[in-house]
């Protein structure tokens, strides 16, 4: 019998490491960003990167940490009292974009983790108010 175990695409793209690379290079950008930037009110960075990171691993298949800290991830509530509009999600997307080039994935990697970064990020809209 052949043992035929797939693995995850947290693992194919190099695990933990990858994550915190893609974060922290995503999280430079928004650190200057006078539109998202007062979406975070913490003063420093640091818990929703963290936040960011364990989310982003557990849903491609590494460890569940986020849901056993945080419960469901719950996105859109989680998102609901900041103003998402499209100019946000336009500016999420373009530091995120910047952060997922700068890892050098395989190309089916890179265009699976787009895809739902692009996704995530249309589904995150409650507002087309400016």
Partial sequence: MTDVTQESFFD??????????LVDAFYDGVADDPVLRPMYPEEDLGP???????FLEQYWGGPTTYSAQRGHPRLRMRH????????AR???????RTAVDSLGLAPIHESQLWDYLERAA?????????
């Fill in 90 to 96: 336009d500016r999420w997307l373009a530091h995120m």
């Fill in 48 to 54: 929703a990167k963290e936040r960011l990171t364990m």
């Fill in 12 to 21: 194919a793209v190099g695990g933990h490491d990858t994550f915190v690379r």
């Fill in 122 to 130: 249309f589904s995150m809209i409650n507002t087309f108010e400016d």
């Fill in 80 to 87: 609901m009292p900041f103003k998402v509009n499209p100019d």
